[in-house]
């Protein structure tokens, strides 16, 4: 007889389950994706004119009568030079360290992925460390031309370059699994039939690798298109900042502040989705590749003309540079004193800790020649309460909302699974990639305008009051990565064999069991890589923190980027640029350690770790002259 789980009235437990489940599904679909979107779409059109009537159309006109199509304009601009700029880049970096013999390939990969561990505000407070207007390779370069301008570092160019480096990082990951997934058979078929090297690569390779390229060049485009750190910090009039910007305006202020943003983010949605849906109808069309039955290992080619070998050695190790040179600027500075920071100036006596750990004093004289002395303004990162205090809210705010977004996905799929013939799963799986559809400044946006008031639908609350901001961040972060959480997770549950699921209701155990006992350790590991990548993602996040800034919700990203601000004057704010090089430096170390404990550690198999752990056995048995356990 099967057992059913039921409770004394004889109320079946499951039941129950699945409504409180359904309702509270509905609840925050609703309440926190649906209606703060409508919200943001309706303020567009119920704007008051001055004698305080409705003009639906008036925010419309006062978009094409103002400037306000120069920040679209703007934007669509950086858009389309960065899918030129990025695939140009990140192609040339996975050609020459996957398919061409370059020398020195691996050195070369680790310094074109650079970019994977830090990122966004971190990665633009790098690139300004050199090239700002005290910037070192600005400073050494205006010493040989005093009459350069040493504002050149800032607006459009600035932000084209700095986020085509920026940007790399996904071919550097999807571009090169697709390179590697080539069979080398069709490549030697090729050359056996006279194909010359670069023939072979335009006309064999890259065909095979357009599918990859085109959801790249997607991707490119909507990142471009919803930029908002590079453009923020160096001063370029994009959507994203404009929207943040008008945000926190009012009335008194500007003309309709509110509607506008509103317009603005409705422009992005727009845009987004029809690339969106671009591209999902693109890879539905399917793209198929004759192989041979035996896939062969690619191998690399050697570039057999002397000249071009040369070329392309010079380009490899310039690419190098320009990559590496950020990342080792900030971590030389970070182990230098506050004078030696400020000059750009390296010096072994100046070697120090005081921008992690500790305090020191700063003795300096007035404008009326007196000695004044103010007590532990220099400060490290894990010294200075701001810093402290932004490391970690964004750390509690980032890990609640990847265990949030994991929770949610995994009971999710499982429901998926479950029911996947059924038009139910469908729409459960439409409603988390509702996101998808939505830029994040439109999310966030959309948040903070229906949630700041008493909203009757959160039971009167303001949640962004004081210290509700913190609820409304977390949601908004589970929000955002809800899309990204379920297409991995889903991934995972393909690999559970159904005949142990119908081994355990056979055995008499409920769904519930089942589930915790025999699915759930299946895709743990994938859960937790998701959980792992998305807190790498959100902790140090720019974006959603512009938009909910305020005193109860400042992330450590918003601390990085206001760290210099007013740096030294009258003795306050001292080391500021100290202690940004250090936060790089410590943002760095845990994205590091997160994506090896991820795509390291976590891509190991079982084989692969029990090699590992004999290896490390015999390493210590030949230092102490033990023999090793189990021989």
Known sequence: MQRTERSRGGLDLSLLYKVFGAILFVYLFLGFMVLPCLNTLTSIFTARDAAGNVDPFAVIRFFFAGNMPSFVINSLK??????????????????????????????????????????????????????????????????????????????????????????????????????????????????????????????????TLLPTLFSLTVMTFITGLCAMSAPTLLGYNSINPEIVRLAGSSVADEAFPQARAALLSIILALFTIALLTMLNHYERKGHYLSVSKTKAKLVKQRIQSPVARVLAHIYAYVLFVIYMTPVVMIVLFAFQNWPAVRAKSLNVSDWTLINFFGTQDYSYTTSRGKQRIRKGVISGVFSNADTVGGIRLSFVLSALAAAL???????????????????????????????????????????????????????????????????????????????????????????????????????????????????????????????????????????????????????????????????????????????????????????????????????????????RRKKRREFFARITGRRPAGN
């Not at 690139?127 to 050494?140: A, E, P, R």
């Open 78 to 207: 950086l858009a389309v030079c960065l899918v030129i700029t990025v695939n140009v880049v990140g192609i040339s970096i996975v050609l020459l360290t996957e398919y061409f013999d370059i020398k020195g390939s691996k050195i070369l990969r680790l310094g074109y992925m650079t970019t994977l561990i830090y990122s966004g505000v971190a990665l633009v407070t790098g690139y300004q460390f050199l090239y700002d207007s005290n910037g070192m390779l600005t400073q050494w370069l205006a010493g040989m031309f005093p009459g350069m301008n040493r504002q050149w570092f800032s607006g459009f160019s600035a932000v084209l370059f700095t986020m085509t480096f920026a940007c790399t990082s996904n071919h550097a990951l999807f571009l090169r699994n697709a390179i590697r997934g080539i069979d080398y058979n069709t490549v030697e078929a090729a050359r056996n039939m006279g194909a010359k090297p670069f023939k072979v690569l335009f006309r064999v390779v890259m065909p």
């Open 405 to 611: 977004a994991c929770v949610i996905v995994v009971v999710a799929v499982n429901y998926i699974f479950k029911h996947k013939d059924k038009k139910r799963a469908a729409v459960v799986e439409a409603c988390l990639l509702f996101p998808w559809l939505l830029p994040t400044i439109l999310i966030c946006y959309s948040f903070r305008t229906f949630f700041n008031g008493e909203v009757w639908y959160v039971l009167g609350k303001n949640l962004y009051y004081r210290e509700n901001v913190r609820f409304l961040i977390v949601m908004a972060y589970t929000v955002v990565k809800l899309p990204f959480a379920l297409r991995m997770v889903k991934a995972a549950f393909y690999a559970i064999d159904g005949e142990l699921e119908d081994a355990a209701r056979n055995l008499g155990a409920s769904s519930l069991v089942t589930f915790l006992r025999v699915k759930l350790p299946i895709v743990l590991p994938s859960v937790l890589a998701v959980f792992a990548l998305n807190f790498n993602a959100l902790f140090t996040e720019y974006d959603m923190s512009a938009t909910f800034h305020s005193s109860y919700g400042k992330s450590y990203a918003m601390v990085i980027q206001s760290m210099t601000a007013e740096e030294g004057r009258d003795g306050y704010n001292m080391n500021g640029s100290g202690r940004r090089c250090a936060s790089t430096v410590f943002i760095m170390l845990v994205s590091g350690l997160i994506l090896y404990l991820v795509y390291g550690v976590g891509a190991r198999d079982l084989g692969e770790r029990l090699e």
